[in-house]
């Protein structure tokens, strides 16, 4: 009785190693027959199914929070009294932004010295897009980047107003006003999602930046308000 149990036990095993692993829970536990080994047997299948519903809960947690925060960088309430709106892009870049009807006021703040950019895209990759650049001891201006490339100012409309940079305590500071729809360029919507790409670097040249120093981000630059309705304006008697 005994030497047939065993030699059955060892047969299954045998069968199960051919057939491979299996992808459900807990089915690769052994065949055994006394009742101690019964329950150790289930109480391993309990934990191998913990451990992979876990597994799938876990990495949907992942995509939802990726998700979210790409979309929902958040509204701050500007420091500046020129502007309702700030975004800490990154440890060192911070957008400033304020909609007036048909622009959009801007400041770039960059700790340290070098460049910053933002550009309006259609994706999260640098290609396409309608930047605007800051760079020490120059105003602000527009370019156009085609590729992962240079951004170019050659056949770009300088039509930003009210622009300045500064140079405090160490920190880049630039300020522009930017119409937000402008023929051949891309829109920026004052209501609903921008996709925007940005870099910065404590290089002067455009012509690099390291992986750390750049990104992309969704913003809806009315942060959920609706915007004020123009005040009529009275006809002359």
Request: proline share 6%; aromatic share 8%.
């Amino acid at each position: 009785g005994g030497a047939a149990r065993l030699e059955n036990i060892l047969l299954r095993n045998r069968v199960a190693k051919r057939r491979g692993p299996s992808r459900r829970p807990g089915a690769n536990c052994c065949t055994v027959t006394s009742l101690p080994q019964r329950k150790f047997c289930f109480s391993l299948r309990g934990v191998d199914a913990m451990a992979f519903f876990s597994t799938k809960i876990l990495r949907k947690a992942v995509v939802v929070w990726a998700t979210l925060a790409l979309v929902a960088r958040g509204c701050d309430v500007a420091d500046d009294p020129d502007y309702d709106y700030s975004l800490a892009i990154d440890s060192d870049l911070t957008f400033y932004w304020r909609v007036e009807e048909e622009v959009l006021r801007g400041r770039l703040v960059l700790e340290g010295s070098g460049y910053a950019s933002i550009a309006r895209s259609d994706d999260r990759i640098m290609g396409d897009d309608d930047a605007i650049i800051c760079e020490e001891g120059v105003d602000p201006r527009k370019y156009y980047i085609e590729r992962r490339s240079t951004p170019t100012d050659d056949d770009v409309s300088q039509t930003l107003t009210d622009v300045s940079t500064a140079t405090t305590n160490g920190d880049l500071d630039c300020r522009f006003t930017k119409i937000l729809a402008e023929p051949g360029e891309k829109e920026i919507f004052a209501t609903g999602d921008n996709q925007f790409i940005w870099a910065h670097d404590p290089s002067p040249s455009l012509t690099r930046h390291d992986g750390f120093r750049r990104g992309d981000f969704i913003q809806d630059l009315s942060c959920g308000q609706t915007p004020p309705t123009p005040k009529p304006t009275s006809a002359p008697t």
